[in-house]
């Protein structure tokens, strides 16, 4: 079992930049691939990014393709999703989730553990 913990969210203007973390527990964190999804008021929970269990593959949404960057490091069990260039539209909570699935991994109904979310907020 894997449990998640997600960080660094908070209130910033347009065009700024935050960095998201995501500390997992259990000694299998390096099989699991990696998601970031969000989710906005009123709308459903949306992929972000994705990145594979060696962390050599990423996977990102249209939306924040070129603006935002997931990484790994599986010596420390954390994740990162690196925001830049952010907008008013990216606002919403960021959960991290684990999946056992491989490949491109896109579906909230595919990822078997999930974090407690952080809030993002973005002002114009």
């Known amino acids: 079992q894997v449990q998640l913990v997600e960080s660094g969210g908070g209130l910033v203007q347009a065009g700024d930049s935050l960095r998201l973390s995501c500390a997992a527990s259990?000694?299998?964190?390096?099989?699991?691939?990696m998601g970031w999804f969000r989710q906005a008021p009123g709308k459903e929970r949306e992929f972000v990014a994705l990145?594979?269990?060696?962390?050599?593959?990423?996977t990102y949404s249209d939306s924040v393709k070129g603006r935002f960057t997931i990484s790994r490091d599986n010596a420390k069990n954390m994740v990162y999703l690196q925001m830049n260039s952010l907008k008013p539209d990216d606002t919403a909570v960021y959960y991290c989730?684990?999946?056992?699935?491989?490949?491109?991994?896109?579906?909230?109904?595919?990822?078997?553990?999930w974090g407690q979310g952080t809030q993002v907020t973005v002002s114009s």
């Open positions: 989730a684990a999946t056992i699935y491989l490949g491109k991994v896109v579906r909230v109904d595919e990822y078997n553990y």
């Open positions: 259990g000694h299998t964190f390096s099989t699991y691939s």
């Open positions: 990145v594979s269990s060696s962390g050599r593959v990423t």
